[in-house]
């Protein structure tokens, strides 16, 4: 395999997206192209024909971790490639069906209606990915409300598991009520803390009821 300093400039990665589009390049090509250079004694070819290799064997995932693990990428290559994976998935990927963003605390009841009359309280996570846009959402406990039966831990565990940014509580009142109780208010503080050490956001803690929300949020609770 060429080094790239010995490949023709016109026969570059790079020179051939100007020239001749970007499907005029190969896989290789291509994550030279974001790549732009290599390090010392590892050119940049020889790691994206690894990076290539590694989308042709059908990896479950190509993540930041095993990006991270091919000599000479360094943690800004390995960025680099998630990040264009990423805005590529956002942006570009015609066949998925348009993801639910959210912008304010009423986009998020049609996701929970469902919970809103229950005779129960049922605590519900959404988690969301950089752009707000929903991954999930999911009962994280069904029953009274407090920080013995809603733990970080349960609520957090998936927002890892699905790489989310970000994640929005809601839990319904069967009282009717919408003032957020002391216990509320004990939960929120726990999680925005428990997400300040993961690096999950907890965006808001809404409270739903027949008769409409409240946003801890809005309401400076949090």
Same mark, same amino acid.
């Given at each position: 395999?060429?080094?790239? $300093?010995?490949?023709?400039?016109?026969?570059?990665?790079?020179?051939?997206?100007?020239?001749?589009?970007?499907?005029?390049?190969?896989?290789?090509?291509?994550?030279?192209?974001?790549?732009?250079?290599?390090?010392? =004694?590892?050119?940049? $070819?020889?790691?994206?024909?690894?990076?290539?290799?590694?989308? $042709?064997?059908?990896?479950?995932?190509?993540?930041?971790?095993?990006?991270?693990?091919? *000599?000479?990428?360094?943690?800004?290559?390995?960025?680099?490639?998630?990040?264009?994976?990423?805005?590529?998935?956002?942006?570009?990927?015609?066949?998925?069906?348009?993801?639910?963003?959210?912008?304010?605390?009423?986009?998020?009841?049609?996701?929970?209606?469902?919970?809103?009359?229950?005779?129960?309280?049922?605590?519900?996570? #959404?988690?969301?990915?950089?752009?707000?846009?929903?991954?999930?959402?999911?009962?994280?406990?069904?029953?009274?409300?407090?920080? $013995?039966?809603?733990?970080?831990?349960?609520?957090?565990?998936?927002?890892?598991?699905?790489?989310?940014?970000? #994640? #929005?509580?809601?839990?319904?009142?069967?009282?009717?009520?919408?003032?957020?109780?002391?216990?509320?208010?004990?939960?929120? *503080?726990?999680?925005?803390?428990?997400?300040? #050490?993961?690096?999950?956001?907890?965006?808001?803690?809404?409270?739903?009821?027949? =008769?409409?929300?409240?946003?801890?949020?809005?309401?400076?609770?949090?």
């Amino acid at each position: 395999m060429k080094r790239m $300093s010995e490949i023709d400039e016109l026969d570059r990665p790079r020179e051939k997206i100007a020239a001749r589009g970007p499907a005029a390049l190969t896989d290789r090509e291509l994550i030279a192209a974001i790549l732009g250079r290599g390090t010392k =004694g590892r050119d940049v $070819s020889v790691i994206s024909g690894e990076v290539a290799a590694l989308f $042709s064997e059908g990896a479950k995932e190509v993540t930041y971790q095993n990006l991270a693990r091919i *000599r000479g990428m360094g943690p800004a290559g390995a960025s680099q490639i998630v990040a264009a994976l990423e805005i590529s998935r956002r942006y570009l990927a015609g066949r998925e069906e348009p993801r639910v963003k959210v912008t304010a605390p009423a986009d998020v009841l049609p996701l929970v209606r469902e919970f809103v009359g229950k005779k129960q309280e049922h605590f519900v996570c #959404i988690t969301l990915n950089g752009a707000n846009e929903v991954i999930a959402t999911r009962i994280i406990t069904v029953g009274l409300l407090n920080h $013995s039966l809603v733990h970080p831990r349960e609520v957090y565990s998936d927002a890892i598991a699905d790489r989310a940014a970000a #994640i #929005i509580c809601v839990h319904n009142h069967p009282s009717g009520t919408l003032e957020p109780s002391r216990e509320d208010q004990n939960v929120t *503080r726990q999680l925005v803390q428990a997400g300040d #050490i993961l690096g999950i956001r907890l965006l808001d803690h809404l409270v739903v009821a027949e =008769g409409g929300y409240v946003s801890l949020r809005e309401r400076g609770m949090m």
